[in-house]
């Protein structure tokens, strides 16, 4: 079937459901992007293609074997990636249509706070008083978080630094910020087991970066031995240089959180994530090319020729009446890509069987096919055969 005819036979359901994966498989590509469960995937992808090869080339050994490390695996990849599936179920929740504007609304931080920030930043790091600050993303925080006092205070100068003042019980604790309001403060982060990015940084740095590994949040660290503000987002860990750079930097997290909706939305939509949403579409269209339109039944014949086995010693087949039989074989497109037709054999057992002229009908079980298709006719499904002694 040519082009033009693949796409006449998608039709609309074919479409939206195309269209359904491929937001699905964009979503879990970006997701990967940012956690180490794509090695996982990637790798996880290759066995699979390997294991369809291996099926339509027919290795038995190596299809035994794949099969059974698969459902090893899977258990195994569930288990360790437990806390990243966690995580991206919460982002399908939290990035629906259903709460956008709920959260849109939380979420809005505003030229004011990002003032406050700053001026806070600077002055405990001209004092070097430690302190972990975390701005919420669009990601729930709450899962991660241990500990911790119900505070939902605005954001102040004055708050901040009766939170983190050297010697108060809530000093070595994170403090969380919703929008305008302190929600959470003096409560604990997960730690980060990346040593490279940490390199000879302390706890608060380990903590901050633990959290950007599981969230969009960003989380801001003043160092009490260096005096230095970092920054963790995304996983990544940068030192600002230049206190100038940290409204530039809040300014753009206020953004992507709280995108405005502008007339050039449809050009940014189709820029950002270009590469995942390309691959998405292609991976769905061949998924939806193998495993739905080469699903579909197809029919083909075959003429072979009969042969015979377990024929007493003394006889020999002298005639044969028809000479070849047709065999009709259905199955999935697919299951014909690597289709051998010396792999069909039509097959009789004549032991016993006395000289003369007989007849025999041919049954399905004399008929060897490939593992996937049916045998659908067989025409003529009877033959004669001239039996007569050997040297005769």
Known sequence: MNFLGILESIGFSGFLDIAFMSIIIYLMLVWFKRTKAAFVVIGMFMFGGIYLLARQLDLSLTISVFQGFFAIILIAVVIIFQEEIKHFLEQLATRSMITNFHVRKILNGTQREADILVRTLKSFARASIGAIIVLRGKDPVVRHVNGGVNLNGEVSEALLGSIFMPGSPSHDGAAIIIGNRVS???????????????????????????????????????????????????????????????????????????????????????????????????????????????????????SLPVKYEKLPPHLIVQETEPIEIEITLSGPRRAFYFFNQNRIAVSMNLSGIKKGLIKRTISRSDVAAPEGLLIENIQPNQISLRISEEGR
């Open 184 to 302: 959470v403060f003096s409560c604990h982060l997960p730690l980060s087991k990346n040593i490279e990015k940490l390199q000879k940084t302390g706890t608060r740095h380990a903590a901050a970066l633990g959290l950007s590994e599981r969230t969009d949040a960003l989380c801001i660290v003043v160092s009490e031995e260096r005096g230095t503000v970092s920054i963790a987002r995304n996983g990544e860990m940068k030192v600002i240089q230049n206190f100038d750079e940290l409204p530039s930097i809040l300014d753009s997290f206020f953004r992507e959180i709280t995108p405005v909706v502008e007339s050039k939305s449809w050009r940014s939509f189709f820029s950002r994530n270009y590469r995942e949403k390309v691959l998405a579409v292609t991976v769905t269209s061949l998924l939806w090319f193998f495993f739905v339109h080469e699903a579909r039944i197809d029919y083909r014949t075959f």
